[in-house]
């Protein structure tokens, strides 16, 4: 069974880092590409960044460049996600997912929640 497990979320002030961790099971995160999404409250999906199999090409949008930086460690099937300079636009649930930018995203975990506020 394909199981995302996502940590590491909280509340943070302006300004402040928070690091993003995802826990794949179920089978061998090395052979997928890997995304980060999130869901602002009344929002729907916006794909934050991608990151390939090898872990050397990574992706980002617009809103994240040169404040968040996608990274895998493929000998323990996790994904992360070092988020700095954050904004309380950043706020939202964010998800894992096995999957490429513009798709379903899905599977993805049950998320973890991010609150940028002072």
């Known amino acids: 069974e394909v199981q995302l497990v996502e940590s590491g979320g909280g509340l943070v002030q302006p300004g402040g880092s928070l690091r993003l961790s995802c826990a794949a099971s179920?089978?061998?995160?090395?052979?997928?590409?890997m995304s980060w999404v999130r869901q602002a409250p009344g929002k729907g999906l916006e794909w934050v960044s991608t990151i390939n199999r090898g872990g050397d090409i990574t992706d980002y949008a617009n809103s994240v460049k040169d404040r968040f930086t996608i990274s895998r460690d493929n000998a323990k099937n996790t994904l992360f996600l070092q988020m700095n300079s954050l904004k309380p636009e950043d706020t939202a649930v964010y998800y894992c997912a096995r999957a490429v930018r513009g798709s379903s995203y899905l599977p993805r975990g049950q998320g973890t929640q991010v609150t940028v506020s002072s």
């Open positions: 179920g089978f061998t995160a090395s052979w997928y590409a």
